[in-house]
């Protein structure tokens, strides 16, 4: 309860308010008493003034001193059956006793000068009490005494004759008086500081809550204004604390609004980076523990859940040969690179250190796919070795050829047959070159270029099959084109449409056993051209069907190379329909059944 500004105020207020009335009640205790002692010694020096004094002294001279004896029983007897010892002092004393304010507290007495013991009392007391007063009295002192310090109020003036102290005019005051005023006063002002602390206490409340609800509102307000609430604080229009107080917090949350929005913009534009590219990126903090990962580092890495990943562990899993360690001391822009193949992926993995305020605070790892260069690298590889390795053949059969014709003893049938063979390997190597040659400007896409000319793919199938029917007759196979429906006329490349269609049905033919059956169609079906061609052939093994459109691929290479095929007439047709028709190419078949080759165009 007392934690609240309300009761610490109002608690404060208490506190503020006894203690001042405290400290006035005791002000006010401490001058009565002073008034009652400076009162004592006042009526004692009007009383006992110089002529009194002098009256005192003169009877004192006259009047005989008291008689003492001890009795029986070892008492001091004072005789004063003589009235003449002290009668001229008492006389005295009682016409100024009025003087004196005698009363129930306050008593006078007239003491023997030698022992102190009482000889007359006002209020008939037999002994009094030797205080110092009383005893410098005896040593011949006149002497007063009303302190604080003291708990009476006394005088006492020693009446001497030639030197000898005949009595002690003595005059007590016990402060009853006193201590009663003082105690009435004492439970009246505690009554006072009883009433004065309700009171006080209620004012505190009042005054406290005034202070308080502001504060405990603003404090309501400047919560919701936190969470984002922008309505809950209007600017004040008064100028006090509170009010300041109001717009200060009101532009602190217009601070740390724009703080926050202008925060959020940027993670989000990097968190649009981070998810949108093409690379995979991971993050690590110091202790290796993963930090952010996006969609593509998932999809590259094959794995759907990367969240509890550790560094060390997970690269040795995927034999990328990196500890963190190694990447703690390195250089802030240095990196390091590592290559990994994973199932059938090729990746490049860069990792490099993140820094904050100038110290390693973390590792990111960049992930890039590299499976289309490393395959690309690949191909190229095979590419040229394929070439070497199809044009080496021809050639050296052309220079055993050759000289083999140098020799001498060679007849003119053998001259003839070596010089035939020389021309065909020489043809073939030609081949070799102009399909070289049309794959080199399909893949730099030069098709585009040439002029395009209307196609009427009917009558270029009717005469193609016309031409190479003399083939196709030579190894008894029948071959055929039949129209199913009317193709439009296309628009593009004829004699690039033309080579494509003497590859596939020439393949058809010289994989096609002597009897066998080659049939051409062509129809339109929605939107595309579809050109059919289809033989009762060797047919193509179904493991070897992916790779039939690769360069220098050939089913059966020593067979296939008697045939004169160079193993480019497919990757020719294959690219010629894609990049100069945006047409396609498939290939179904069955081995020792035969091929279907389905080329498809799409019509503008
Ligand atoms: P090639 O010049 O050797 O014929 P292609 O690229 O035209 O080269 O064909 C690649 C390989 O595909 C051929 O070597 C052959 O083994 C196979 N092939 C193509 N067409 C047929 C077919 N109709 N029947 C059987 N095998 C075929």
Redesign the pocket.
């Known amino acids: 309860m007392f934690k609240s500004i309300r009761w610490k105020i109002t608690g404060l207020f208490v506190i503020l308010v006894v203690i001042t009335e405290i400290i006035l009640s005791a002000c006010i205790l401490i001058g009565t008493v002073n008034y009652f002692h400076k009162d004592f010694k006042e009526t004692i020096s009007e009383v006992f003034n110089t002529d009194t004094k002098n009256e005192l002294y003169e009877a004192a001279k006259t009047v005989a001193a008291p008689q003492e004896y001890v009795d029986v029983n070892n008492n001091v007897i004072i005789d004063t059956s003589s009235q003449e010892t002290f009668e001229k002092i008492k006389y005295i004393m009682d016409y100024n006793i009025s003087g004196l304010a005698i009363s129930k507290s306050r008593f006078y007495a007239i003491l023997d000068g030698k022992s102190g013991n009482v000889v007359y009392s006002s209020n008939n007391i037999e002994s009094v009490e030797k205080t110092a007063v009383v005893n410098k009295a005896l040593e011949g002192e006149e002497t007063i005494k009303a302190s604080i310090s003291s708990r009476v109020m006394d005088y006492a003036i020693p009446l001497k004759s030639n030197d000898n102290i005949k009595y002690i005019v003595y005059v007590n005051d016990n402060e009853q008086t006193q201590n009663d005023f003082v105690y009435s006063m004492l439970l009246i002002m505690l009554y006072i500081i009883v009433a004065s602390a309700i009171v006080s206490a209620l004012i505190g409340n009042i005054l406290s809550k005034s202070i308080t609800t502001p504060i405990q509102s603003l404090t309501v307000n400047a919560k919701k204004l936190a969470d984002g609430d922008m309505s809950a604080l209007s600017p004040a229009e008064s100028d006090d604390e509170i009010g300041n107080l109001t717009n200060s917090l009101l532009y602190l949350a217009n601070a740390k609004r724009e703080t926050t929005e202008a925060i959020q913009n940027e993670k989000t534009k990097v968190e649009t980076i981070l998810q949108n590219m093409n690379d995979g990126i991971l993050a690590f903090d110091m202790k290796g523990k993963l930090i952010h990962v996006n969609p593509e580092a998932k999809r590259l890495l094959k794995r759907e859940y990367l969240d509890d990943i550790d560094f060390d562990r997970f690269f040795k899993e995927i034999n990328a040969n990196i500890s963190l360690g190694d990447l703690v001391y390195m250089k802030p822009d240095v990196s390091i690179e590592r290559e990994i193949k994973l199932d059938d992926q090729y990746l490049h993995l860069s990792f490099a250190n993140s820094m904050t305020n100038n110290k390693v605070s973390g590792v990111i790892v960049l992930i890039h796919d590299i499976t289309k260069q490393e395959k690309l690298e690949h191909s190229r590889r095979d590419f040229v070795a394929n070439v070497s390795h199809e044009l080496r053949t021809p050639l050296t059969t052309i220079k055993s050829y050759s000289e083999t014709l140098s020799l001498p003893n060679i007849s003119r049938e053998q001259q003839v047959r070596f010089a035939n063979v020389i021309v065909s390997e020489a043809d073939r190597m030609a081949n070799i070159i102009s399909d070289l040659l049309t794959l080199s400007e399909l893949d730099e896409n030069q098709a585009y270029i040439k002029p395009s000319e209307n196609i009427d793919i009917r009558k270029m199938l009717e005469n193609l099959v016309d031409r190479m029917s003399l083939q196709a007759k030579k190894k008894e196979q029948t071959l055929t084109y039949t129209s199913i429906t009317d193709v439009p006329i296309i628009k593009g490349d004829y004699g690039c449409l033309e080579r494509v269609f003497v590859?596939?049905i020439?393949?058809?033919l010289?994989?096609?056993p002597n009897g066998g059956t080659i049939e051409v169609f062509s129809s339109r079906v929605y939107s595309d051209i579809t050109v059919k061609?289809k033989?009762t052939?060797?047919?193509?093994p179904a493991d070897?069907l992916p790779h039939?459109?690769d360069r220098f691929?050939?089913?059966?290479k020593a067979r296939?190379?008697d045939?004169?095929?160079?193993?480019?007439?497919?990757?020719?047709?294959k690219q010629s329909l894609e990049s100069s028709f945006n047409g396609g190419i498939k290939?179904t078949?069955e081995y020792n059944k035969?091929?279907e080759?389905t080329i498809t165009i799409p019509v503008k």
Do not use: H, M
């Open positions: 590859n596939i020439s393949n058809a010289k994989y096609t061609i033989d052939g060797i047919g193509i070897k039939i459109f691929y050939r089913v059966d296939n190379r045939t004169g095929g160079t193993g480019l007439g497919l990757a020719i047709a290939i078949s035969g091929t080759v």
